[in-house]
Antibody
Framework: QVQLQESGPGLVKPSQTLSLTCTVS??????????WSWIRQPAGKGLEWIGR???????NYNPSLKSRVTISVDTSKNQFSLKLSSVTAADTAVYYC?????????????????????WGQGTLVTVSS | SYELTQPLSVSVALGQTARITCGGN??????VHWYQQKPGQAPVLVIY???NRPSGIPERFSGSNSGNTATLTISRAQAGDEADYYC??????????FGGGTKLTVL
C-alpha cells in the first residue's frame, strides 16, 4: 500500500524559497501511470492544488502560483519535491503531497479527469521573520 | 474559471441520512470526487467518479451527480462521520477545482 510523507523546514522567512520533499513508500514512484501532486491548506480554509509531476518530468501548475512554483522528481530516491519562491505570510499553510490519478479521453492524450489518493499526513509551513 | 459551491455546514441526527451537495455549472457532465477530512488529519478519498467507493470505505457512503448538482449521501450517520467534506472536479480551463468544503455535524 502506497504511503506518502512530507518533509522540510517548518519555518521560512518572507521572500525566501519554501522547499519540501515527499517520499513515497510501499511502491515505486515510477510504476503505473500515476502523477504526483502538491496541495496546500491554510489554517481554517479550503484546499488549493499547487501542481503535479509525472515521472518523465512533465509538470502542470496552478496558474495562480505558476510563476513561483517548481516541482521536480528524483526516481532514484522515490521522491518528488516542491519549491515555492518569494514566499509571504499568505503562503503559510499545511502542505500535502498526494498521488494524482489522471483520466484521459479515448485518444489517450487529453486529460478529462483527476483525483487524489492517498495523501500524505501534511506538514505545516509557517512564513515568518 | 469553474467554481464549485458547497453549503458551509450540514447537520444530521445520529443514525439518519446526511446529504451534502456540490453545485457547479453542468457538473453532471464532469466526474466528481469527494474527500473526508477529520480535524488535524489529511483528506481521505471517500467517493471517486461520482459514485465509486475506494477499498475500505463503508457502503454507507454513496454519491450521485446530475444536472448542476452532485450529492454525497451518508446513510446511518455515525459520530465518527463528523468531518469536513470537499468535492473536487477537473476542469479544462483551471485543472483541479475544489469546493469550499462542508462541515458535517452529527447531533
Amino acid at each position: 500500500q502506497v504511503q506518502l510523507q512530507e518533509s522540510g523546514p517548518g519555518l521560512v522567512k518572507p521572500s525566501q524559497t519554501l522547499s519540501l520533499t515527499c517520499t513515497v513508500s510501499g511502491g515505486s514512484i515510477s510504476s503505473g501511470s500515476y502523477y504526483w501532486s502538491w496541495i496546500r491548506q491554510p489554517a481554517g480554509k479550503g484546499l488549493e492544488w499547487i501542481g503535479r509531476i509525472y515521472t518523465s518530468g512533465s509538470t502542470n501548475y496552478n496558474p495562480s502560483l505558476k510563476s513561483r512554483v517548481t516541482i521536480s522528481v528524483d526516481t532514484s530516491k522515490n521522491q518528488f519535491s516542491l519549491k515555492l519562491s518569494s514566499v509571504t505570510a499568505a503562503d503559510t499553510a499545511v502542505y500535502y503531497c498526494a498521488r494524482d490519478f489522471l483520466g484521459f479521453d479515448s485518444s489517450g492524450y487529453y486529460v478529462v479527469d483527476n483525483w487524489f489518493d492517498p495523501w500524505g499526513q501534511g506538514t505545516l509551513v509557517t512564513v515568518s521573520s | 474559471s469553474y467554481e464549485l459551491t458547497q453549503p458551509l455546514s450540514v447537520s444530521v441526527a445520529l443514525g439518519q441520512t446526511a446529504r451534502i451537495t456540490c453545485g457547479g455549472n453542468n457538473i453532471g457532465s464532469k466526474n466528481v470526487h469527494w474527500y473526508q477530512q477529520k480535524p488535524g488529519q489529511a483528506p481521505v478519498l471517500v467517493i471517486y467518479r461520482d459514485s465509486n467507493r475506494p477499498s475500505g470505505i463503508p457502503e454507507r457512503f454513496s454519491g450521485s451527480n446530475s444536472g448542476n448538482t452532485a450529492t454525497l449521501t451518508i446513510s446511518r450517520a455515525q459520530a465518527g462521520d463528523e468531518a469536513d467534506y470537499y468535492c473536487q472536479v477537473w476542469d479544462s480551463s483551471t485543472d483541479v477545482v475544489f469546493g469550499g468544503g462542508t462541515k458535517l455535524t452529527v447531533l
